[in-house]
Structure formats: structure tokens, C-alpha cells
């Protein structure tokens, strides 16, 4: 490479430093208003937030950071750059081009518009009281519209909600998660309908006896051991907060998570934490090496979700864990479980019914909760369903899916904090980030049949190795229909997941 070109690169490579800490500050600043921050200070976090995610844009379009990538481009010994150094490249060009077509004035207003609709989201929450939160969601939909509008040209997709997704899921559109969704709706439910004909009713009570939070808090901490993230050592990079919706944010050595806390419902929280975690393992255990690189990120959200949905669901209520976890969890939490039979909890942990509350659904109904969001989002930016008709058709769909009744608007359209924060097109990646992970399970069950005997002996070390080795450490090398087929061979499957199901839930309940 001559001396011009690699000049020209470092540069690249430089100004991505300065946006990545920027943004990574961001993420904190972010952090402080879920659960430090005093209720007076919401306008003026607003102002905060609007302001870095303004200097985040000039720092991002640039005129010089255009010339600097198109000098590279350019220039003949560009092709034998490796594949390294042209995904950096091809990434830095992507989010250029995007940017640049979005007005100033609109990021700075969706980005003011987020913190108000999230602060108003929560109190609507508390209050059941959709019209409350009615306006400041019409005005974060319509400010997403303009951008959608302005990025299906430079994204080139067909319609507005398909450049929504591909913010979330690069290459993703809206007929694609259709046509697999629609897969998926079907194995789900035969799934369903082979628990209910069993006629097994596990004895959910064993999970609904108050535990205090102090005793909830020590549970936090042996799940976060179990699966090896560190918040209490001093070389910690990690944390664990109280918030209204668990998240996680930060950058790899600074990645923080946070729980809710239920008296009555003490398991809700075990599975947050193993959520989140999941979550911080993957940022944490990204390559050093590419640490402020465009490629030193996830590959999607899906992936993202693949690793928290994983450490949840195909390790955290595995039998082999609650196997492992089980008497400690009777130390830790005494009389509540006294007697608790292993058979009885595991049946209990994986219980299958329709539910309300997408955090709390099981394995199987979960990506039904999915489905109905993917469709509301799709008609939303089809122009087929308003603001006003949002909460009906929210009820309308969970009947119809779920054969549940919704009561109240906090328990309804209300839920999820995503909407608030203008992050349309991120709820499909979850059912993606359990297809991924269907197809990850397949791979490592062939890489190491005997994964399932170190997790009862209280052994994460070859899952997360595992993790790392074939996710974690490609960064965004690759785009995640491209990672899942370099990771397993194979091109985008339901198959895997479903089946996973099939014989887990076969076992439990005897079909």
C-alpha cells in the first residue's frame, strides 16, 4: 500500500475513533437518564441528547470525511486492501451516504423527541393512560417517516419501513421477515396446540412466591457469575441498575445492564439479568484489536439478539442449568422454594401459555409477541393504521393470536419502551435473534456434544468460548444472513428452532 493511501485510511480510521467515543458517551448519557437521573431534569436531557446526537452528525457528514473515503476509493491500490480493511471501508461509506441525506434539524428533533417521549411513555405506563402518550408518539412516528422517506432512496429499498429494518438488520426487508415469520407462526403454533392437548398443567405458584428484592438482588448475582460477567472485581466492565425496561448499553469495556425487580414474579428478574448478560458478553468479547473500527461492532441486532435469547432460553432454562442452579437457588432464597422438586421448577421455569407481556412470554408464544409488532410496524409505515387505531389493533391481534384478552393500555399498546423511542423496525430482530440462535444450537451440538454436561457441572467456559470463536470475534465483518452462513454452512433456517422446540417441550409435556 503506498504511503497516500495508508495516510489516507489511518484518517478514516481516526475520525471513526472520535465518533465511536462520542457515541459510546452517548450510550452513558443514556444510561444516566434510565436510572439515575432526577424526574426535573427531563427537558434539559432532552437538549442534552439532541445536542450529541447533532455533533454526532457534523462529526459523521463531514465534507472531508467524504473526500478522504472517496480518495480511497479510488485509488488503484484500493483492490488490495484485505477484506478488513474494505468492510471498514464499505461500512464508513454506508453510514456517510446515509447521513448526509438527513436534514440536521431532523436529528436534532428526533433525538429531542425520543427523551420527551420516553419520559411521557413511562408516567402513560404507570397511569394506563394512552391518550397521555398519544401525541408524543405521533410526532416520534412522523419524524421516523421523514427519515424513512429520505433513506429508501440512498438505501434503495422499496418502501420506508424496509430502511427502517435495514438500520436494525442490514439487507433485511419487510417481504423477507414475512415469508420466514410466516414459517415460523406455523411451527409455533403446532408446538402450541401439542402442549395443549397434553393436558399438563405445570404448577406455576412455585414461581409467584414473594421474594424480597434484596434476595432477588443476590440471585442477579449468581446468575451473572454463572455465566461470567463481571461487575464487582476491580478489572469489572460491567454493571447492574434498576430500570423500568432491562437494556444494556456501553462499549466493550464499559458495558452496563440493568433488571426489574418483582416481588411476586422473583424469576422474571433471574431471566432479565441472563438477557442482558447475554447481551454485554457479545460487546464485551468483541475483537480488541478492531475497538473503534467500524468492523468493532455486532453484525445486527438479530445477532444481538441470537446471544441474549441463547444465554436466556437454550442455556438458562435448559435442565442442565436449572439442574446446576437449582439447590443454590434454594440457599439463596430459602423458604419460598423448601421442597421445590427439580422436575416441578424445570416444568414450572418452561411453562407454556399464552401471556400479555412479550418479556415474560415462554420460549414458544414469544415470537407470536414479535409477529403482531412486525405487522402494526409494516402497516404503520404502509399508512394502514394510525396512531388512534393503535391500541384497538393491539388488542385486536393478541386476541387473535394469543386467545388473550387485554385489559388496559399500560398492559397493552404500552408495554414496550421501542415505540417511545423511535426504534421501528428493531422487534423483529428478536424472533430473527431466536431463529440465528436455533441455527447456532445445530452448529455447537456437532462442535461439542458435550456442552450440556459442563452447564450442569456449572461450566458456561465452552458455550461462551464457543460464542466467541464463531460470533463474537467477526465483529461486523460480515452481514448477518452472510455470518450465520459462514458460522453454520447454511443459509437462513426456522427448521432448527422449531425442532429445539419440539423436542424440549416434547419431553416436558409428554408428546
Known sequence: MNSNLQKAYDELLAKSKELTILQSTTAIVNWDMETKMPPKALNLRSQQMALLELISHKMLTDPQVGKTLEGIEKAPGYTEFDTVQKRNVYLARKAYDEATKLPESLVFDTAKQQTIAVGVWKKAKAAKDYKMFKPELKKMIELRQKAADILMGVKGTKTPYDALLDDFESKMTADKITKVFDEMRVGLIDVMKRVEKSGYKPDKSILSRPVPINVQKKI????????????????????????????????????????HYHEGRWVSSLYSVMHEGGHALYDQNLPQAWMYQPIGSASSYGIHESQS?????????????????????KKIVGKPLRGVKFADFFAAVNVVEPSKIRIEADEVTYGLHIIIRFEMERDIFAGRLTVEELPQAWNEKYDKYLGVEIENDGEGVMQDTHWA??????????????????????????????WKKELKKGNFQPVKNWMIENVHSKGNLYDPADLVKEVTGETLKVKPFISYLEKKFGKIYGF
Request: aromatic share 16%.
Open 220 to 259: 442477579s448475582d449468581a446468575a451473572m457469575d454463572y455465566i461470567g460477567y463481571d461487575t464487582k472485581s476491580p478489572n469489572a466492565g460491567g454493571r447492574l441498575d434498576e430500570t423500568e425496561h432491562p437494556f444494556t448499553t456501553g462499549y466493550y469495556d464499559d458495558v452496563r445492564i440493568t433488571t
Open 309 to 329: 435469547r441463547f444465554i436466556e432460553n437454550m442455556v438458562g432454562r435448559s435442565p442442565e442449568f436449572l439442574s446446576y442452579m437449582l439447590p443454590r437457588l
Open 421 to 450: 423511542s423511535g426504534y421501528y423496525g428493531y422487534f423483529p430482530s428478536y424472533a430473527l435473534g431466536n431463529i440465528y440462535g436455533g441455527m447456532f444450537l445445530k452448529k455447537l451440538k456437532k462442535d461439542d456434544p458435550t
